[in-house]
């Protein structure tokens, strides 16, 4: 069974490598877009946004999803009037949705509830 970063990357036919970067700005929500590249000079801002992305990468199933979606909420970093308030970071129900699409069209139905 593959991982999701290995569905991801045969989806958009990219390098592993650019998972990461891929997925982060497909799943910014709309009005953190045009200031993202900005924040991103700032690492310590954008990591909760890439350790969930990159966490999310190794999952084989949903309800793996639900805990790591659980930790990103409740990630240090991911607090502030930019990120919580703004929503300036990653939207977590777009990447979900991106997750159970790709989940359900590259696993077999028997590999997760």
Known sequence: ?????????EQRQIAH??????LVRRCLHWRARPFYWLLGMNR???SPDYDFVRSVGELRSRRQFRDEAAE???HTGNVGFLRKVLRLRVSSRRLQAIFD???ASGNSPEAYP
């Open 1 to 9: 069974m593959k991982t999701f970063r290995e569905l991801y990357c």
């Open 17 to 22: 490598d650019r998972y990461e970067a891929d």
């Open 44 to 46: 310590e801002y954008t």
């Open 72 to 74: 990103y909420f409740y």
């Open 101 to 103: 699409e790709l989940i």
